[in-house]
């Protein structure tokens, strides 16, 4: 059983490092047998995931849990919402103002997961089609406010 869940997290890592935004993951640790399935953010917006809190276990985990480890707050992709995933998620509400840090995935936490997301994928693009620079036509409008490109993607000046 242990060796199941190294191979699938150390899959799961491969998968993430080559493929992208979205990841595979073995199915027989929490998807009843089916079959791997693609993980997204967007899973966390299915009804069954309202409200996911320390003890819950399946999908809506691993889609909490990708999502958490993109947007740089690197947890164990496990499908279960342990005190790890809930303290990750706290740090990941303090760090973003939420108005709740309680460790539950509400409303108000799938919007900031999901903005952070936004972050992460534009910043991802740009690098992709700029060789990892910015393209000066979208940075010197904001050098007049003391900001960088990288500040446009982090959300926060530099200094």
């Not at 693609?38 to 299915?46: E, G, K, N, Q, W």
């Not at 089609?129 to 490109?149: A, E, L, Q, V």
């Amino acid at each position: 059983m242990r060796l199941r869940r190294i191979t699938t997290v150390l899959a799961t890592v491969g998968i993430l490092a080559v493929g992208g935004l979205a990841t595979t993951a073995s199915a027989d640790n929490w998807n009843a047998g089916t079959g791997p399935r693609p993980v997204s953010f967007h899973d966390l917006a299915r009804p069954e995931c309202d409200n996911l809190q320390q003890g819950a276990s399946g999908w809506c985990t691993v889609a909490l849990q990708t999502t958490l480890t993109q947007v740089g707050y690197p947890v164990a992709i496990d499908g279960k919402f342990g005190p790890v995933t809930k303290a990750t998620l706290e740090l990941f509400q303090q760090n973003n103002h939420a108005r709740l840090v309680d460790g539950i995935v509400g409303p108000e936490t799938r919007y900031l997961l999901g903005a952070a997301m936004d972050r992460v994928t534009t910043r991802d693009n740009i690098a992709k089609h700029n060789d990892g620079r910015w393209p000066s036509i979208i940075c010197s409008p904001f050098k007049i406010f003391g900001m960088t490109c990288e500040d446009l993607v982090s959300g926060s000046p530099a200094g």
